[in-house]
Nanobody, 123 residues
Framework: QVQLAESGGGLVQAGGSLRLSCAAS?????????MGWLRQAPGKEREFVAA????????IYADFVKGRFTISRDNAAITVYLQMDSLKSEDTAVYYC???????????????WGQGTQVTVSS
């Protein structure tokens, strides 16, 4: 079982930046897992944001964050990151770290979830 813990959320002005971190419980499980970030805004369904391959060499992004957000991972540190730049008020949401076993890089079918971290962007 993979345990995930997000951190780095907070309040930021529009146009600003935040970096979210997600610490996982085990190196072996983490390095063999595709990692992703999803978010849920008030009154909306949870939506996919970004994902990264097991090696960190490939990434996928939702259209609404392309060019602004960057997902990365450090397998030695057992951590995945989401660098968020040029933040907009509509980025306000609870952001969740998620993991899925295996090398397939997709936007769905994640097996493990963190508790989430709140990101609030003010205008």
């Amino acid at each position: 079982q993979v345990q995930l813990a997000e951190s780095g959320g907070g309040l930021v002005q529009a146009g600003g930046s935040l970096r979210l971190s997600c610490a996982a419980s085990g190196r072996t499980s983490f390095s063999s897992s595709v990692m992703g970030w999803l978010r849920q805004a008030p009154g909306k369904e949870r939506e996919f944001v970004a994902a990264i391959s097991t090696s960190g060499r490939s990434t996928i992004y939702a259209d609404f964050v392309k060019g602004r957000f960057t997902i990365s991972r450090d397998n030695a540190a057992i951590t995945v990151y989401l660098q968020m730049d040029s933040l907009k008020s509509e980025d306000t949401a609870v952001y969740y770290c998620a993991a899925r076993r295996g090398p397939t890089l997709i936007a769905s079918n994640y097996n493990y979830w963190g508790q989430g971290t709140q990101v609030t962007v003010s205008s």
